[in-house]
């Protein structure tokens, strides 16, 4: 049995990771604003360390014990004075600093397939500068790479539900999205590891339109897909990069991934139809 920290545990992600953990024996740590975030969770940390880490002085002790520690921690809403930097860098950087003089064995942390067609935006930037200091820190180190979530997917159900899925471009770009438990499954396989890098992917490979279909499939609705096209993507990009950089930051790496193939080695096991089925309630 392991000690785990999990950093992000009450996120999509963290959550999965805390599910896998607690099935496979491992003593979970979880860090939480409140001690009562974890309530009505099914699955529960054996012990919550209530700090944020955007304040590294509530954080003194965090890792002491820890064998490892899993990150799922970035910044999900664009609501706030918190940018990338203080969280997907700044916060992640005072936890990794506190695992390396702790003497923790090794350091996880979750990124994006092809990080290169979005350096230059801050949501992947300051993710990708933490994979840097991981790498200087002296510890052992892996990242995580996934494609993209299933959560993220369910964006598409509710847009098929609205009775229309937008798609940006030509939808005709291929991802293999992966489910959180695969995810998890991944990393905690990488324990004890000196595995620097992984990339994973579900199993099913779609194009943007195939998982429009799917959806309407699932719902058991008529097919609605409205294609808009790339110059009004961009110009629209370009007029939201001088009024709203977050914003800016959040569609513009949407419209990448829309216009790129985001494909990983397909590690998982779980499909998308099935989770859409979940959601849906069918």
């Known amino acids: 049995m392991a000690k785990v920290?999990?950093?992000?545990?009450?996120?999509?992600?963290?959550?999965?990771?805390?599910?896998?953990?607690?099935?496979?024996?491992?003593?979970?740590?979880?860090?939480?604003?409140?001690?009562?975030?974890?309530?009505?969770a099914p699955h529960k940390p054996d012990e919550v360390f209530v700090g944020e880490a955007t304040r590294p002085e509530t954080l003194e002790g965090l890792c002491?014990?820890?064998?490892?520690?899993?990150?799922?921690?970035?910044?999900?809403?664009?609501?706030?004075?918190?940018?990338?930097?203080?969280?997907?860098?700044?916060?992640?950087?005072?936890?990794?600093?506190?695992?390396?003089?702790?003497?923790?064995?090794?350091?996880?942390f979750i990124s994006v397939v092809r990080p290169e067609l979005s350096i230059d935006l801050d949501i992947v930037a300051a993710r990708e500068a933490l994979v840097r200091d991981m790498a200087g820190s002296g510890i052992a180190h892996?990242?995580?790479?996934?494609t993209g979530f299933f959560s993220d997917m369910?964006?598409?159900?509710?847009?098929?539900?609205?009775?229309?899925?937008?798609l940006l471009g030509t939808g005709r770009s291929q991802i293999n999205p992966v489910d959180g438990t695969d995810v998890a499954k991944a990393a905690i396989a990488a324990f004890g590891t000196d595995i620097a890098e992984i990339e994973i992917g579900g199993p099913d490979?779609?194009?943007?339109?195939?998982?429009?279909?799917?959806?309407?499939?699932?719902?058991?609705?008529?097919?609605?897909?409205?294609?808009?096209?790339?110059?009004i993507v961009n110009a629209a990009l370009a007029v939201l990069r001088h009024v709203n950089r977050r914003q800016y930051n959040t569609f513009a790496f949407l419209a990448r991934m829309m216009q790129n193939d985001i494909i990983a080695p397909r590690t998982g096991t779980r499909h998308l139809r099935d989770a859409f089925r979940l959601s849906a309630g069918a």
Do not use: C
């Open 5 to 40: 920290l999990v950093i992000g545990a009450t996120g999509y992600l963290g959550s999965h990771m805390v599910a896998e953990l607690k099935t496979a024996g491992h003593w979970v740590r979880a860090l939480s604003r409140r001690e009562g975030a974890f309530a009505d």
């Open 64 to 108: 002491d014990g820890i064998d490892y520690v899993f990150s799922a921690l970035g910044q999900t809403r664009q609501k706030g004075r918190l940018s990338p930097w203080d969280v997907d860098y700044g916060a992640n950087k005072a936890v990794l600093e506190r695992a390396v003089a702790a003497g923790v064995r090794q350091f996880l």
């Open 142 to 146: 892996t990242v995580v790479r996934a």
């Open 154 to 166: 369910d964006e598409v159900l509710k847009m098929a539900r609205g009775g229309r899925v937008w």
């Open 205 to 231: 490979l779609f194009t943007y339109e195939e998982i429009g279909a799917l959806a309407f499939d699932v719902l058991g609705t008529k097919p609605r897909m409205t294609h808009v096209p790339l110059w």
